[in-house]
């Protein structure tokens, strides 16, 4: 169903899969970067607010993605990106070392979370719980993330401290001593972990508000 509702949240999740915030896939579209922004999807009179055929268009050539794959992010089909089963751990739980499996050694309960067009990556869940990634995500919020998909410059990702506590950020540059990463919000300066202080990294998959 072309609902005003799930084609906007089409597009969110097309930006979530390339590791874009809507403001990031408007610019890498060519779009102005308030192009797809919430508060302009509703007028100030109340009326819904569609994106044009043609800032569809744009988006799709700027991501690789095809019609067929737009629309399966609108209306999810029963032979394509089904419900999986993957770890889900609390963000408060995030320690350890990754096992040779791709899993967090602790383990946890296991959800149902949507994981279209992921393909074969071994994936898990982490919930965030008590601001742990504030400013970029919310509690409630959930991570589904990879520790054995291939992590390029630019990638969103979560990085766990060998002390416990988890960060996420856009990677800047990693060598075998450390890792480069942007700050928790923008103008903020980033920072470079020693690879000493890194328990493990994963690439941010999908994002579940």
Not at 39 to 46: F, H, L, V
Not at 116 to 137: H, T
Not at 184 to 206: N, T
Request: proline letters at 6%; charged letters at 25%.
């Amino acid at each position: 169903m072309l609902s005003h509702e799930r084609i906007w949240s089409a597009i969110d999740h097309l930006a979530q899969r390339n590791n874009l915030t809507a403001s990031g896939l408007a610019k890498r579209a060519g779009l102005d970067a308030t192009s797809f922004n919430r508060s302009k999807r509703i007028s100030p009179d109340g009326r819904k607010r569609w994106p044009s055929t043609e800032s569809v268009a744009k988006i799709l050539a700027a991501t690789g993605a095809t019609l067929d794959d737009f629309l399966s992010l609108i209306e999810p089909r029963n032979g394509g990106c089904g419900r999986v089963a993957v770890p889900l751990i609390g963000s408060e739980c995030a320690i350890g070392h990754i096992g040779a499996n791709g899993l967090p050694g602790n383990g946890g309960a296991t959800a149902e979370v949507e994981l279209p067009g992921l393909g074969p990556e071994r994936c898990f869940a982490i919930e965030v719980r008590d601001g742990a990634l504030s400013p970029l995500y919310r509690d409630g919020d959930v991570l589904v993330v990879s520790a054995t998909a291939a992590i390029r410059k630019g990638d969103r990702v979560v990085t766990c401290l060998g002390g416990g506590s988890i960060l996420v950020a856009e990677l800047k540059r990693r060598t075998p001593r450390a890792a480069e990463l942007s700050g928790p919000a923008p103008g903020d300066p980033d920072r470079v972990v020693p690879a000493s202080e890194i328990a493990w990294m994963a690439r941010v998959m999908w994002v579940r508000h």
